[in-house]
């Protein structure tokens, strides 16, 4: 512990050093997020981070999450540095979706419009008409769908169902998944339900619709927090990343939250229901890419690529707003 604390110290000396700001999101770890919010960064979804990120003053961003927020943070202000903890924190949506193939996929489909999530690479993006985070997905492809445009979509194939069902919208499917809500079991979430009766289920897009089918509240990680403010239940079963126990917990102490199951067997598992990528976000790797930057830290996003896709963000952006 005392170890820890010499990073926080030193890491909050190299913050001001640089003119950086700590930018996480709600999946990291406890002392990352509260390590953020003492330095005056921020704690957010992905659409949040993008925002503040975008908007900051500081010259250097260090961006603790996985490298598809790292990417839209130089997307969308390549004058910055972007840092990150580590370049090898990827996402399974991401990596399911080789730009090339994505890019053949669309072009089957010229009239559509392209729709494509924030957990995608750069080149990805460019390829898309829009991009959109789980946090406004729902209303944009309402928007597109009452001015007629039919849709292709990816490449979250749970997120995409979601939306599909909610708004009727004409949609074709790229079939990716996230490998953390991809695991969540509806009988023994079912069976956990009727342990706690009274207990609110919240549900992330990314979880299969069996999952979605039980929710009292589905929406992104923000959202999710806002819900367990404001809904009057004392329990909730929650249904997505745990590192958001922190913030849902901080913000209603006298509140209990319990993890959805992953297992089919009933029981909770502690180390399911957390992204690998995300959990490589430490304070060791935070102060040595803030005390060193360079290639294993260092995001670059090739120019004209970066300009192609800052064309959709930017859209994003200014749709939510
Ligand atoms: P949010 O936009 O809800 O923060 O989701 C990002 C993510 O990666 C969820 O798995
Ligand atoms: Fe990607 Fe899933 Fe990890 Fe989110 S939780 S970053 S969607 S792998």
């Known amino acids: 512990d005392e170890q820890k604390a010499q990073y926080r110290a030193k890491i909050k000396e190299l913050l001001q050093q640089r003119n950086a700001v700590l930018v996480a999101h709600y999946y990291t770890d406890p002392e990352i997020q509260s390590l953020a919010e003492e330095t005056g960064g921020c704690v957010a979804d992905s659409l949040e981070m993008a925002r503040f990120g975008r908007d900051h003053e500081a010259q250097t961003l260090i961006v603790a999450g996985v490298r598809f927020m790292g990417e839209t943070a130089k997307i969308l202000t390549p004058q910055k540095t972007v840092l990150m903890p580590t370049l090898k924190a ?77 708004t009727g919208a004409d949609m074709v499917m790229w079939q990716g998944a996230c490998v953390v809500h991809d695991e969540f079991k509806a009988k023994a979430l079912l069976d956990l339900k009727k342990v706690h009766p009274d ?3 919240l549900v992330h897009p990314e979880s299969p619709q069996n999952i979605v089918d039980m929710a009292d509240a589905v929406g992104s990680t923000s959202q999710l927090i806002k819900a367990s403010q404001e809904l009057p239940n004392d329990t909730f079963i929650v249904a997505t990343d745990r590192g958001i126990f922190y913030k849902m917990q901080q913000l209603q102490p006298h509140k209990t939250f319990l993890e959805a199951p992953t297992a089919g067997n009933g029981a909770t598992c502690r180390s399911c229901a957390h992204c690998p990528w995300m959990a490589m976000n430490g304070l060791v790797a935070i102060a040595e890419a803030l005390e060193h930057g360079g290639e294993s830290h260092e995001i670059h996003v090739d120019a004209e690529l970066g300009k192609q896709a800052m064309i959709p963000l930017d859209r994003m952006l200014a749709f939510s707003a």
Not at 133 to 139: N, V
């Open 199 to 201: 207990a609110a289920i």
């Open 90 to 166: 990827e996402c399974s949506l991401d990596l399911g979706c080789p730009p090339d193939k994505f890019s053949a996929f669309c072009d089957e489909h010229p009239d559509r419009t392209v729709v494509v999530y924030a957990n995608t690479s750069a080149a990805v993006k460019a390829r898309a008409d829009w991009v959109v985070t789980s946090s406004m997905a729902l209303e944009l492809v309402e928007h597109l769908d009452s001015k007629g445009e039919k849709i292709l979509w990816g490449p979250d194939r749970h997120l995409g169902n979601y939306i599909q069902k909610q």
